[in-house]
């Protein structure tokens, strides 16, 4: 791929060098992590193909859209309403800072004690090694943690960047700012593609993204099979490739995925053993190439059945309501659906801890693991709310706090641990 993609990423400016070794680095630990997975579905071979064309094919065809007057806009929060990026014939894609890349130079904007998705994400732009930084012609930020509002104002001197206001609680008062915002944003993205925004070309846009949010709830939902279906890192792989993909040909991709994984529930059929401790994974989002924690679970023997995350069911559990006929009824249901996510940086934010209750018994998980970012306060700070009063249920809890740095063998052990706490529940 590379030679063949060279002159593009060399007129997008990336620097080629620093590129080659990012993608030659990647590639090695894809093949290493998740092609020796044993008996994986046959659909995730789309899947694969995605993540091997990721600076590649998906890249030229951004480019081949653009070159044909659609805009692309890029986001890093699940509350950017990709339903109106639709609705005005542009694109929507995620950036993702899940890798430990350019952050010595990061840390001369940003200081050291900062969530390392926030440092990958400035790192990516400052060692000029993302194609989609290059191509966006607009970067959304949103006001949602200390961390991430401040890094929106530095990195403006880098890339245009439009900030979304987000309320802190979801109070009446809380729900009209971020209704207000949503009109706002329908305004600036008018105003970058040329186009209106349609109660038509919405209510269209809102069908592609629920169904979207569908396919990838039905693939949740057949993870509750024992043995589970699917192993957690080629589930959390089709949720990363979501804030990519082009989101038509991903639900058929994905609905396909749920057919093969039907089949298999039928038969019995899994990719671990009966028995194998199951974990559902609640915390902060685990962006692309972000897979440490379901690669070191599955490696000691248990299976992650669930991810309580953006980068999981928390953005795509509840769809919009489709009823509405009016721009503004659209918008309204939209704001609706945007506050129903359970993020950490509202407060307060108690119905999370429900949720991940339900999910632990909904999956039949044995045990969660709260995945917390280092320096991520918000979800720092409900992981001990949320460890003490699950364990009060009789789930119990594992808390890990870890950054993009190789220390899988730390987090091993803990994790080794806990799966031998639980194996005796879980009927291993
Ligand atoms: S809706 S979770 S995608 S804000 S991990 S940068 S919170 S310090 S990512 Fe998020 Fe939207 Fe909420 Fe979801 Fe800050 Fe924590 Fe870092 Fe985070």
Known sequence: MVAEYRGMWQELGLDLEAHDALLEGLGEAYRDIFLTQPNRPRAMDYFDFVVGEIHGARVQELLHAKAQGRKVVAA??????????????????????????????????????????????FGFKLARVCPYFELADLVVGEATCDGKKKAYEVFGDLAPVYVMDLPQTKSGAGRALWRAELGRFTAEIERLTGRTVTAGGLREAVGVVNARRAALNRLARLRAADPAP??????????????????????????????????????????????????LVSGSPMAVPNWKIPMVVESCGGVVVGEESCVGTRSTRDLVDEGAQTLDGLLDAICDRTLRIECACFTPNNERLETVDRMAGELRADGVLHYNLSFCTPYAAESLRLQRELSRRGRPVLRIETDYSRDEGQVRNRVEAFLEMLRPQAGA
């Open 230 to 279: 699917i192993s957690g890192l080629d589930a959390l792989l089709v949720n990363q490739v979501a804030f990519y993909d082009d989101p038509v040909r991903f639900t058929d991709k994905v609905n396909a995925l749920c057919d093969e994984l039907e089949q298999r529930i039928r038969r019995g059929e899994g990719v671990a053993p009966r028995g194998a401790p199951r974990i």
């Open 76 to 121: 890093f929060c699940v509350f950017v309403p990709e339903e109106v990026v639709l609705a005005a014939g542009a694109i929507q894609v995620g950036l993702c800072g899940g890798a430990e890349v350019g952050f010595d130079r990061a840390e001369q904007y940003l200081p050291q004690a900062t969530c390392p998705l926030i440092k990958s994400f």
